[in-house]
């Protein structure tokens, strides 16, 4: 028999992936310097490879960031204050700063979205949760938190539903923007009250399989943190403060 290859990325700890996460944001927003920046992405890119999830990854970016960014440039560089002005029409006018710090501004969310992203593709929800639970989160915080992540692809799944269904009665839901404005309060509402309703059932799931017992739980899943997932956490943090403790350093030299 052949043997199943395991992914490095995936197969670490979901809490450990989580501290590379924040630690990686806290970098992208002290080094705040674009030359580095696209760096760091390039080598969430490499990750992302590595993890066998690239395309799912740069597809999810493309798709959520790509307005977001352009939108963020634009305003920076109409109200951002300079004295360089590249293009002026009527009132308005782009200046040279506000593009330049929009770009900077664009790539920290690029970064810092995209990390966030890399880790909900490389980790199930399920198994992060599990992990905080284990690392001493109460149960009641954990669903709280589990609840949360998934509730907006609940909505999603449930929404699609919906429109379908609204198509099946004859309301028109795709076209411009005053059909799919008018087609938004019949969707909304189902959308609201089912939401509503499935509330109410958790709640009685979750009291029937013994949620509010204080008693010692068992799991049907077991993650075991690794020797990796013992040392990587803290060479994060090094790396954290030593990039910290050097911004600050060239900040007060200058």
């Known amino acids: 028999m052949s043997k199943v290859k395991v992914n490095c990325i995936k197969s670490l700890y979901p809490t450990t992936k989580f501290i590379f996460v924040l630690c990686f944001s806290i970098v992208v927003i002290v080094v705040s310097n674009y030359h580095i920046l696209i760096g760091m992405f390039l080598l969430l890119n490499i990750l992302a490879?590595?993890?066998?999830?690239?395309?799912?990854?740069?597809?999810?970016?493309?798709?959520?960031?790509?307005?977001?960014?352009?939108?963020?440039?634009?305003?920076?560089?109409?109200?951002?204050?300079?004295?360089?002005?590249?293009?002026?029409?009527?009132?308005?006018?782009?200046?040279?700063?506000?593009?330049?710090?929009?770009?900077?501004?664009?790539?920290?969310?690029?970064?810092?979205?995209?990390?966030?992203?890399?880790?909900?593709?490389?980790?199930?929800?399920?198994?992060?949760?599990?992990?905080?639970?284990?690392?001493?989160?109460?149960?009641?915080?954990?669903?709280?938190?589990?609840?949360?992540?998934?509730?907006?692809?609940?909505?999603?799944?449930?929404?699609?539903?919906?429109?379908?269904a609204q198509k099946c009665r004859g309301v028109e839901t795709e076209g411009n923007i005053i059909i799919r404005a008018k087609a938004f309060i019949p969707v909304l509402l189902p959308l609201i009250l089912s939401s509503i309703a499935s509330t109410e059932e958790k709640a009685l799931t979750l009291e029937a399989r013994g949620f509010s017992i204080e008693t010692k739980r068992s799991y049907l899943t077991m993650l075991e943190k690794q020797k990796v997932d013992r040392i990587l956490p803290k060479v994060f943090i090094i790396i954290t403060v030593l990039i910290i403790v050097w911004r600050i350093t060239c900040l007060l030299l200058k």
């Open 49 to 164: 490879i590595s993890s066998r999830s690239y395309k799912i990854f740069i597809t999810t970016v493309i798709k959520q960031f790509t307005a977001i960014l352009i939108i963020v440039i634009i305003m920076q560089g109409l109200f951002r204050p300079g004295g360089t002005i590249l293009f002026s029409f009527w009132i308005l006018s782009i200046k040279l700063e506000g593009l330049l710090y929009g770009i900077n501004l664009a790539l920290i969310i690029l970064n810092i979205g995209s990390a966030l992203l890399l880790f909900f593709h490389t980790t199930p929800v399920k198994d992060f949760v599990f992990a905080l639970e284990y690392g001493g989160l109460s149960s009641k915080a954990a669903f709280v938190v589990l609840s949360t992540l998934q509730m907006f692809t609940v909505l999603k799944l449930k929404s699609i539903v919906i429109m379908n």
